[in-house]
């Protein structure tokens, strides 16, 4: 498939109000070139922040981010050693463009799994960028949908235990009141890239409506124009919501 230079009058009008994306392929690709899987992720780094600058421009309000997921702490350690200490210098190199770019920052997940040196910088990177108010760019680190879900049910029980909640006043807005992300809309569509077919245990709630594309493009090689492919095949689809 031919990279789109630009996106079609139609697309613009009918743009997702959120983005979620699985980004897949990092190790694939650094494998093919015969580089170590870091050298994905550093070069995956560069599709990130094409990927947020375009998002961006097109007046996209959300962008969800799936960077780091619960299951990735089984990868071998200095995997994710390295992993951590590029989180870390991303959030600390990049806050520059970011900020040029209006965009603010927000993270989901088991944050207190994440190394101290890397929240530290997160949080001071959230902190300076807290005042943007253009692109909200949602990280989902350290992060699961069946540990979201897990955590929201918690959350519920201890309200029913303490009388503050009847269990017949349990609600799918009061699950959804009770997640990571319920400051946000749900994604209007799913990107992944790679080529895999499946959702990987991202966004499993949230996802329920959302319309999935799936790119064989591997992550380091998206750009601005497969962004656009994914958005003009978004405008494509017809959605229903369970309606005719």
């Known amino acids: 498939m031919t ?43 560069e599709s990130v922040r094409a990927v947020i600058r375009t998002a961006g421009e097109l007046g996209i309000k959300y962008l ?12 071998p350690k200095d995997e994710v050693d390295a992993l951590m200490k590029y989180l870390a210098h ?35 990177t959230q902190e300076a960028l807290s005042k943007n108010n253009g692109l909200t760019l949602i990280m989902a680190l350290s992060y699961g949908g069946r540990t979201e879900i897990v955590d929201a049910v918690r959350s519920v029980a201890m309200k029913v235990k303490k009388g503050e909640l009847e269990p017949a006043e349990i609600t799918e807005q009061v699950v959804a009141d009770n997640l990571y992300t319920r400051k946000w809309p749900d994604p209007d569509v799913l990107i992944r890239t790679s080529g895999e077919m499946r959702v990987s245990n991202f966004l499993l709630w949230q996802i329920s409506y959302a319309e999935l594309v799936v790119t064989p493009t591997l992550w380091p090689d998206f ?16 959605r229903r919501f369970g309606g005719l």
């Open 90 to 124: 991303y959030m600390k190199t990049e806050f520059a463009e970011l900020n040029r770019n209006n965009v603010r920052l927000e993270v989901i997940g088991q944050i207190h799994r994440l190394p101290e040196f890397v929240q530290k910088q997160l949080q001071k």
């Open 223 to 238: 750009r601005k124009p497969q962004f656009y492919e994914a958005l003009e095949e978004y405008n494509r689809r017809h």
């Open 3 to 45: 990279p789109l230079p630009h996106l079609s009058a139609e697309a613009m009008a009918s743009l997702p109000r959120h983005v979620a994306i699985i980004m897949d392929g990092n190790g694939r690709w650094a494998k093919q070139r015969h580089l170590p899987r870091v050298e994905g992720h550093r070069v995956g780094a």
């Open 64 to 75: 969800t981010l799936y960077a780091f997921s619960v299951e990735n702490w089984n990868r």
